[in-house]
Structures are given as C-alpha cells and as structure tokens.
C-alpha cells in the first residue's frame, strides 16, 4: 500500500452507513446500531466525520467535534476525537497516523484550544504531541466497609421531573471541576435515557446530588453495583450518597473509576479495597490507579490566555515549543501574566527562558505535571526559579472528564 495515495476528507452524506459498518467491525457490535448512535448524537454530525479513501474504498474514519471543556474555572475550546478506526487489513500502514494529522491541521483552522481523546494506547498517540492529562481511581469496595451516617434517608430514586434542577445544579458546578464538559439539554436528554438507573439526594424537594449505575454479575457469581457517574454539589448531599450505596441490598461489591482527588477513601472503615492483594507487611490494596484521557495543545497563545492562573502573581517569561505537527506552535512568543491572567505576543529572537515540547507543555497547563518535575526529567530546559514560579501560578486539581461526556 502507498500511503501517499490515501486521502482523507470529510464524508458526505451517503457515505453513513459504510461509516456505521467500519465502526461496528473497529469496535464491535451492530452496524446498524453504529448508524443510529451517529445520526442521534447530539454532539456532531457528518460534517464532523472524516474517511481515509484507498483505491476508491473507505478505509478509515475519525471524529473531530467542537466542544467546552472546564479548566481553572472557565471553559476551553477542544477539539474531542473519537471513533478513530482502520479496516484490520490497513492497519499498521498508517492510515490513522493520517488522519489525525490532518485532524490537527483541522483544528488548528478551526482556533480549538486543546484536543483530547481517549486513547487505545497513550504511546501510539504521543508521536502527534499528545499526552495524559488525568488519573483515575478504581474502586472496588465492600459496602460493609463504608461508613454510615443519617442523611442516608434522603435519597430516592430520579424521575423526570428532577431533570431540570440537575441541569441547572450542573451547570453551576462547571466551575469548580477541572475537566468537565459544557452539557446541553439535548446532550443531557440522551445521557438520561441511557441511564436506567440513578438516585438522588433530595434535600426538601432540592437535588443536591446523584449517581448513575448498572448491575452486573461478576466471575464468581457476585452481584457487582458499577458506578457510572458520582456527583454532590455539598458536603451533605456526599455523605447522603455513600450512606445510601453502603445500606443498598442490590449488590454485594461496588465498583467505581473515581477522580484522583475524592475523599472516598476517607469513608471507609478500614482503608482496603475488596479482595485487597497484600504488597507485604501492612500494605494492602486501596484501589488501583490508571491513566485517563489525553490532550495537546492546539493553538498555544489560545490555550495559555483563555485559562486563569493564581491571582496576586506576575510575571514574563520567553517560551520557545517544539511542535512538528503546528509549526505555527514553535514560534518563540512572550508570556505575560497580571494577576492571573494571561497575554502572549511575538518574541522574535529573543532568547527563551523556556524550552520544551508541546506535549510536555498540555501536561504542566493541564495541572497533571509539576514544572518542576519536568525539569527533573529533562523534559523542561529552564532554571529552578522559573519552575517555582510555574508552579505557583498552575495549582489545578486533577483533570477528571464525567463518564457522561466519554466518547
């Protein structure tokens, strides 16, 4: 195969269902299933969707659609890839590598800030300058062991009629959770309906909280209650929550992928997960760590001035980024920041204070890699004065995405 005859465009419209049968034989499951979830997503559409051409065949497709991610309390435009799939016998030929490159180009027009993904392997899509920008925790916990407390009984189950009080209730936590996605009704209204399951903390006819799960059977017959989404906007409203989820009787394990900064482990009797494996003396499992969505920075001087950072700090700093993929990204800028917030401009041949690569850069912006630590790594060419000083004005919690918004 000659890469260098694929070409990669947007679908039209009639191309759908050959769309539809290349997911279903990339991820599995029914083609025509495939073709509903693409035509009743309220998050894009075809004109979203690319299609690698071989010989006349499709022979791969992605999805780039516009949306609001949360980061240090104010939305940033990203540019989300899914559905990034390759018929089994182009794979390896670099068919994907192709489509995303042109992806990037693609959003680099469109003045996306950053881009995340959910990636099948954190190595492969390092090589276009993304990396992992969040941890999750996994839970595996007996109810037996949580803590109880009265606000239990102030739990019930959703109906319809709590829809709109959690959207609202929602949209006023986005600022305070590093990761989040903006939801619109229609975005909500299709969550909902996958969600067959769900309670609520109502606290006089106030939702203050929820949480969606499924139960499942696990290998030994154990009935598993798998958390889907956590939410309390109030201390109460958690307590409630866990309460609630200790005194169940549908199921004898829970099961929870939960951001890095919960206090769930604070409500446990004894600090153990279910069927804990002993690491030697007194060291027995909690919950085990695994890496989370990845995202790079798609236009730098957007991705540096739509963010806050610590107020009271000032600074002016010459960055220099390696980008092969933006060129536009490696033209030495200055940063200036006044009381939190951010202005770039040209530095023409200044010299840089810092140097470093686009993905070490999404890494320290997003909150997940200390400056400091990046320098240790080699990764960061700067001095320890200008670490601190990143470090200082980039104090994120943990970028956590909902399992509502995954894609």
């Known amino acids: 195969m000659n890469i260098d005859a694929v070409t990669v465009r947007p679908i039209v419209p009639d191309e759908l269902e050959t769309v539809a049968q290349l997911r279903a034989t990339g991820f599995g499951g029914d083609k025509e299933k495939a073709l509903n979830a693409i035509k009743n997503n309220p998050r894009y559409n075809a004109s979203h969707i690319i299609a690698a051409k071989y010989e006349g065949e499709i022979v791969g497709t992605s999805t780039t659609f516009p949306a609001q991610m949360w980061l240090s309390g104010v939305p940033m435009s990203v540019g989300?890839?899914?559905?990034?799939?390759?018929?089994?016998?182009?794979?390896?030929?670099?068919v994907a590598a192709k489509m995303m490159k042109s992806s990037i180009a693609g959003m680099y027009d469109q003045a996306q800030a950053l881009s995340v993904l959910f990636p099948f392997s954190h190595k492969y899509y390092r090589q276009f300058g993304y990396g992992t920008v969040g941890d999750l925790h996994a839970y595996r916990i007996d109810p037996n062991n949580i803590t109880v407390s009265e606000e239990g009984?102030?739990?019930r189950p959703f109906v319809m009629d709590d829809l709109p009080i959690m959207r609202v209730l929602y949209k006023g936590e986005l600022t305070w959770h590093n990761g989040w996605f903006t939801r619109s009704n229609q975005w909500w209204d299709k969550i909902i309906s996958q969600w067959p399951n769900m309670m609520v903390f109502d606290n006089d006819?106030?939702?203050?909280?929820y949480y969606s799960y499924d139960i499942k059977s696990g290998q030994d017959g154990e009935r598993i209650l798998q958390i889907n989404e956590f939410f309390a906007a109030d201390a109460e409203a958690f307590r409630g929550l866990i309460s609630y989820l200790a005194a169940q009787d549908e199921a004898d394990v829970i099961e929870y992928l939960a951001p890095a900064d919960t206090p769930l482990r604070h409500c446990l009797r004894q600090p153990i997960a279910a069927n804990a494996q002993n690491r030697g003396?007194?060291?027995?499992?909690?919950?085990?760590?695994?890496?989370?969505?990845?995202?790079?920075?798609i236009n730098l001087p957007k991705a540096l001035t739509t963010r806050f950072y610590t107020r009271g700090v000032s600074g002016r700093k010459v960055l220099k980024v390696a980008d092969p993929l933006i060129p536009a990204?490696?033209?030495?800028?200055?940063?200036?920041?006044?009381?939190?917030r951010a202005e770039t401009h040209p530095a023409g041949n200044?010299?840089?204070?810092?140097?470093?690569?686009?993905t070490t850069l999404t890494q320290i912006l997003c909150g997940y890699m200390k400056a400091m630590d990046?320098?240790?790594?080699?990764?960061?060419?700067?001095?320890?004065?200008?670490?601190?000083?990143?470090?200082?004005?980039i104090v994120d919690t943990p970028l956590f995405i909902q399992a509502g918004d995954w894609f």
């Not at 989300?80 to 670099?94: C, D, H, K």
Request: some cysteine.
């Open 80 to 94: 989300a890839v899914a559905a990034v799939t390759v018929l089994p016998e182009y794979q390896n030929l670099g």
């Open 281 to 297: 003396w007194i060291f027995n499992d909690l919950c085990h760590i695994t890496p989370g969505p990845v995202a790079r920075i």
């Open 374 to 393: 990046a320098h240790r790594l080699g990764r960061f060419k700067t001095d320890e004065d200008t670490c601190s000083w990143l470090d200082k004005i």
């Open 205 to 209: 006819d106030m939702i203050a909280g």
């Open 329 to 340: 990204n490696e033209e030495t800028i200055a940063f200036r920041l006044v009381d939190g």
């Open 153 to 155: 009984h102030k739990v």
């Open 350 to 358: 200044k010299k840089p204070d810092i140097e470093t690569d686009i």
